[in-house]
């Protein structure tokens, strides 16, 4: 999959860009598994033996995640649930990483309530960097359409412009004439190993 003809949605230009960065056979990580999408995304970018780890902090939407890849036909030593904060995402994965996904907010369908938070994405975020191999890439996505949503972006892109410039790279990117409110993306590509 490369880009869309016509870019519409925000999670086809997120699966654009992390399709470009993953080959066969890597390893990838999902930090918010909700429904199981991206990591279902990442399995068939990485098939046939590339390995996801995919994070959530609710065991409903893991069990979601799971259903989805077994009803893919997903082979279960391809991929590690974690029913974890992806904050911890180092104490899991060790090695190298050639594409991590954020997808933020909270759980379509579930409480509005369990929902990511900046401090525990920048977390992760710090982590995934650590481990990202080079020319690797983390892809978030990225909600303001709300006043949590909003606060949090915020938070992130102040965060983002202090990373060493000489270790990533970061892109973002926003739907720039509707309202102010779609959805937008972060790519960091690390620049070295
Ligand atoms: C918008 S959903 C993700 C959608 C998902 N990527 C998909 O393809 O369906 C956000 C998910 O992040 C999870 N989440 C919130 N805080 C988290 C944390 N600290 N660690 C891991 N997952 C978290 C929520 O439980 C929720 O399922």
């Known amino acids: 999959m490369g880009f869309p003809e ?15 960065y993953i080959q066969s ?3 990838a990580v999902d930090c918010t598994a909700g429904n199981g999408l991206d990591t279902l995304f990442l399995l068939k970018k990485s098939a046939p033996d590339g390995f996801v780890f995919a994070f ?7 069990d979601r995640t799971r259903t989805l890849l077994e009803n893919a036909g997903i082979p279960s030593c391809r991929f590690r649930l974690v029913h974890d904060c992806h904050s911890r995402l180092g104490s899991y994965v ?3 990483i050639a594409v991590c996904m954020f997808n933020l907010g909270f759980l379509p369908g579930g409480s509005r309530d369990i929902t990511t938070t900046p401090a525990r994405v920048i977390a992760a975020l710090e982590s995934a960097i650590t481990l990202l191999k080079k020319f690797g890439v983390i892809v978030i996505v990225m909600y303001p ?4 949503g909003r606060e949090e972006e915020q938070t992130l892109l102040n965060h983002v412009q202090g990373i060493d410039e000489r270790l990533c790279r970061v892109m973002h990117i926003r739907n720039m ?4 409110t779609s959805p937008s993306i972060l790519v960091i ?5």
Do not use: C, P, V
Request: charged share 25%.
């Open 6 to 20: 016509k870019i519409t949605g925000i999670t086809d230009l997120s699966h654009a860009f992390a399709s470009a």
């Open 25 to 27: 056979g890597e390893l």
């Open 56 to 62: 959530d902090i609710q065991q409903d939407a893991l």
């Open 94 to 96: 060790k090695q190298e």
């Open 145 to 148: 359409g709300h006043e949590q």
């Open 177 to 180: 004439n509707t309202l102010k």
């Open 189 to 193: 590509q690390k620049l070295r190993a």
